[in-house]
């Protein structure tokens, strides 16, 4: 019987690693990402072919869940993973990110979080402990602990308060997951640092959760407007204050450049709806960079979108006809193209994976940017 969590790391290069996490419902090998499935779906997706893409893992959003169709009616359907039927492991967020990006509609108290919701106004108290409860009734695989989220642009005063109290967010949410025996036997917990881009708040941040202790640790607050530049120099020094034996998840990144840069320093986990959502509205990634297949000059193109993409829609349909598809609206080209994008992240994650294996890391990532960035 596989063991509830453990981490394996196979090999190094510089500070880029590639292993295995090994759960219940399946093995991720790291660097892992993540496709983000909000509401119980890779928008555009079915599941199945979510995981012929390559993904090992999905995302489940708390925040949202929580609202439609419910915690409790998952649960009295059978969790989460009946529900939407993917049987591999989830991670779920735990709606801390949403104190931020929802700041308009919330207010925030030792205690936790009062919602507005946007669906339809109601009123929700989302506290370290209510969070721990939903994702259990989620049957998540990953729990995130309930944290806060500040603008890295925010006073540095602030941005230390914030992370004083996420860490005692992250206590409470230990407790809670413990005290849910069944699922805490079950599923992993996840710390998350915090501390915006000064690196002695990271520090103290990452001591705090090490002597909490988790299975995981995310690296919070990032990808929030500061910039490439900002985060990688953030990551240079976050990345290594966290404990070397356990995954380091960097949560919401993002471009493929990003993804790279973050490996090279260390992370092994990510998510990012960017590939989805990019794909509805036409854009495709591909080795040689984005590509926007509204353009007009794809309009009579037979060529694949990506000659080195061994994906479903590159080895079935031409730019000419993605181009066709998104002008005309057509469903079909959101769900085309997503699936391309997706692929595109696992497959740029597998190339990883075996660079570091190979020891040819840092000639793979220039190799990768001179033809991806055109530099």
């Known amino acids: 019987m596989t063991q509830r969590f453990s981490f394996t790391i196979h090999a190094t290069d ?32 079915k599941p199945e072919t979510v995981r012929a893409t390559g993904a090992d893992i999905i995302l489940g959003n708390t ?27 989830i991670l779920t967020d735990s709606g801390g990110y949403q104190v931020m990006s929802l ?33 259990r009734m989620l049957g998540s695989d990953i729990v995130m602990a309930f944290d806060e989220c500040p603008r890295a642009d925010r006073p540095r005063e602030e941005i230390g308060r914030s992370m004083e109290m ?48 988790f299975d995981g640790y995310a ?12 985060m990688f120099a953030t990551l ?58 509204r353009n007009a000059r794809h309009a009579e193109d037979t060529g694949p979108l990506d000659p080195r993409c061994s994906c479903y829609t590159c080895a079935n349909y031409s730019r000419a006809y993605l181009h066709h598809l998104h002008k005309s609206g057509e469903i079909l080209g959101a769900m085309l193209l997503t699936e391309h994008n997706l692929a595109f992240y696992q497959q740029l994650m597998q190339a990883m994976r075996d660079a570091i294996a190979a020891g040819t890391f840092a000639r793979f990532a220039a190799n990768f940017r001179r033809d991806y960035l055109k530099r």
Request: charged residues 25%; aromatic residues 6%.
């Open 236 to 293: 240079d020094f976050a990345a290594g204050q966290l404990p070397a034996a356990a995954p380091r998840y960097l949560m919401g990144v993002g471009k493929p450049d990003d993804l790279v840069g973050a490996v090279e320093r260390g992370v092994d986990m990510f998510d990012c709806v960017l590939p989805s959502r990019s794909g509805r509205n036409g854009q495709g990634f591909t080795w040689s960079g984005p590509v926007n297949l």
């Open 63 to 89: 925040y949202h869940l929580m609202l439609r169709p419910g915690a409790e009616r998952v649960a009295k359907l059978g969790g989460l993973h009946k529900f939407m039927n993917w049987s591999r492991p």
């Open 166 to 213: 996420s860490m005692r967010w992250a206590k409470r949410s230990r407790a809670a997951f413990d005290a849910g025996a069944e699922h805490a036997e079950s599923s992993a917990l996840f710390g998350i640092q915090q501390g915006a881009l000064d690196e002695e708040l990271r520090c103290r941040s990452a001591d705090a959760l090490a002597d909490i202790g």
């Open 103 to 135: 700041s308009d509609l919330r207010k925030i108290t030792e205690e936790g979080v009062t919602f507005a919701s946007h669906l339809d106004g109601s009123r929700h108290l989302l506290t370290p402990e209510r969070s721990m409860e939903i994702q």
């Open 14 to 45: 510089g500070k880029a690693r590639t292993g295995t996490i090994a759960m219940r419902r399946g093995e991720i090998r790291t660097p892992a990402f993540m496709p983000v499935g909000t509401a119980a779906t890779v928008k555009a997706m």
């Open 219 to 230: 690296i919070g607050g990032l990808a929030v407007g500061e910039g490439q530049e900002a």
